[in-house]
T-cell receptor, first 114, second 112 residues
């Protein structure tokens, strides 16, 4: 059981470049989330999904898009990266609704936008 | 007042000591409360839930004070391995959006 995995672990982009972060979970969880964590800030929810084929906006969705084509995968896309998107990105999943169900986090992706 | 506030620390505590820190929340209708632990450059992991009646798990005790709108985490007989950042998590209201708020965390350093 790998739990929640994220690829890549590290990435450096130039302003204006695009990329996709992949999150995968093997726990058959319905809910998946993307957060960003910046120094001195709490985790902030970008987008989330309550099931395959569904996505919803979180607290800070601007500049990001997501897709949940398969239940086990949740992709986060940056179409035109900006330095303000330099952050650590965490994916999480849960069997059901939070907070009634525990969220399990992936190891994070450290993204730097130059 | 921010929705969830924590003293960022760091709290520097000698090994074996008892340490406690609080997390205040602004919405009196908040329903659910948790403590997460995050090691340096790692992902957050659930430490414990905070129930109205309090919750104890080994050396860790979590309590809720609704009147003053804060939750607390007490660590007894602290170990070097307790060094981490402790994140407070609050569900601010009972509605359908299932939103939860993470505090910015309190850094704890246990000194040998």
């Amino acid at each position: 059981n790998a739990g929640v995995t994220q690829t890549p672990k590290f990435r450096v982009l130039k302003t204006g470049q695009s990329m996709t972060l992949l999150c995968a979970q093997d726990m058959n969880h319905e809910y998946m989330y993307w957060y960003r964590q910046d120094p001195g800030m709490g985790l902030r929810l970008i987008h989330y999904s309550v099931g395959e084929g569904t996505t919803a906006k979180g607290e800070v969705p601007d500049g990001y898009n997501v897709s949940r084509l398969k239940k086990q995968n949740f992709l986060l896309g940056l179409e035109s990266a900006a330095p303000s998107q330099t952050s650590v990105y965490f994916c999480a999943s849960s069997y059901g609704q939070v907070p009634y169900n525990e969220q399990f986090f992936g190891p994070g992706t450290r993204l730097t936008v130059l | 007042r921010k929705e969830v506030e924590q003293d960022p620390g760091p709290f520097n505590v000698p090994e074996g000591a008892t340490v406690a820190f609080n997390c205040t929340y602004s919405n009196s209708a908040s329903q659910s409360f948790f403590w997460y632990r995050q090691d340096c450059r790692k992902e957050p992991k659930l430490l414990m839930s905070v129930y109205s009646s309090g919750n104890e798990d080994g050396r860790f005790t979590a309590q809720l004070n609704r009147a003053s709108q804060y939750i607390s985490l007490l660590i007894r007989d602290s170990k070097l391995s307790d060094s981490a950042t402790y994140l407070c998590v609050v569900r601010p209201r009972m509605n359908r959006d299932d939103k939860i708020i993470f505090g910015k965390g309190t850094r704890l350093h246990i000194l040998p």
